[in-house]
């Protein structure tokens, strides 16, 4: 495992899109620690969109913050994708399929 050449505490002052290239390059866990706390009240604000469900608020920021982890890891620098046009699809399939009954594996809406 390559070891960061940044110190954790300098993440803090990296943008989003340099913080996702060093974790996908070094696997820096600093890197994805920041990263989720930077986007952990979007996923938290996504959950809230579903707080009228039968669903507890904590199931369904676990939900959104499974989704954000997930986005986390499937983003690509290379595609020149927004990291807010990456997750939220995924935030939203993720809250959708817990809430219709499925559960998080089962079928997905066509």
Not at 28 to 54: G, I, M, Q, T, W
Not at 60 to 78: C, H, K, Y
Not at 82 to 91: F, I, M, S
Request: charged share 30%; hydrophobic share 40%.
């Amino acid at each position: 495992m390559a070891v960061s050449t940044i110190a954790p505490r300098g993440l803090d002052r990296l943008s989003d899109e340099e913080l996702l290239e060093i974790y996908h390059v070094e696997r820096d866990p600093f890197a994805r620690e920041e990263l989720v706390k930077r986007f952990l009240s979007f996923a938290r604000n996504l959950a809230l969109r579903y707080v009228h469900s039968r669903e507890p608020l904590d199931d369904l920021v676990q939900v959104a913050s499974v989704g954000l982890l997930n986005a986390i890891e499937r983003f690509r620098a290379g595609a020149r994708e927004e990291v807010h046009e990456l997750r939220r699809p995924h935030h939203r399939g993720r809250a959708q399929a817990a809430l219709s009954g499925q559960g998080l594996d089962g079928p997905r809406p066509p």
